[in-house]
T-cell receptor
């Protein structure tokens, strides 16, 4: 079974600085998707960024980018120019490609942005 | 932007009672999901639903649980004879296709007394 590990329960960053959130996963599959979801205090989980495992190029979405290391099974999220609105729980998630549609989540990292 | 909506936001129920959690997925989405998050633990998959039937369920999703799409807009999760350990945040999600990202609702916090 696939597992997702987020080793940082909490992180903090100064406004306008850069922070990197870690995620590792375990799978025997070669084709899959990886996601980062953000859950602000308002509770709705919002998709931040998505990476297909077959793509070597790291996904980027404005100030958010990932460092996808397939061999190391690592999928970190970098937030540049951090803003107060980035404060939230961040969940890393895995989904197989084809077959099962379920998302497998990590435990989450709580990000605090200090003014 | 269209959203997945869930009601109620918080449900308090006596142990042994039945509870129905409601979700309105995004209108053109075809795949529907329920997840739960026990306080301090990971978000866990419960069930996926497509074409009016369950496509996958986890071992958590036992006979106590059922899902239904009673009309063209709602997607419900019913828990019969609730237990204390059912206390959790329950998230509904939907996606337009199985290969597309899932969009989540705000969640329903279920408290069993």
């Amino acid at each position: 079974a696939q597992t997702v590990t987020q080793s940082q329960p909490e992180m903090s960053v100064q406004e306008a600085e850069t922070v990197t959130l870690s995620c590792t996963y375990d799978t025997s599959e070669s084709d899959y998707y990886l996601f980062w979801y953000k859950q602000p205090p308002s509770r709705q989980m919002i998709l931040v960024i998505r990476q297909e495992a077959y793509k070597q190029q790291n996904a980027t979405e404005n100030r958010f980018s990932v460092n996808f290391q397939k061999a190391a099974k690592s999928f970190s999220l970098k937030i540049s120019d951090s803003q107060l609105g980035d404060a939230a729980m961040y969940f890393c998630a895995y989904r197989t490609q084809g077959g099962s549609e379920k998302l497998v989540f990590g435990k989450g990292t709580k990000l605090t942005v200090n003014p | 932007e269209p959203e997945v909506t869930q009601t109620p936001s918080h449900q308090v129920t006596q142990m042994g009672q039945e509870v129905i959690l409601r979700c309105v997925p995004i209108s053109n989405h075809l795949y529907f999901y329920w997840y739960r998050q026990i306080l301090g633990q990971k978000v866990e998959f419960l069930v996926s639903f497509y074409n009016n039937e369950i496509s996958e369920k986890s071992e958590i999703f036992d006979d106590q649980f059922s899902v239904e799409r009673p009309d063209g807009s709602n997607f419900t999760l019913k828990i019969r004879s609730t237990k204390l350990e059912d206390s959790a945040m329950y998230f509904c999600a939907s996606s337009p296709r199985d290969t597309q990202p899932q969009h989540f609702g705000d969640g329903t916090r279920l408290s069993i007394l």
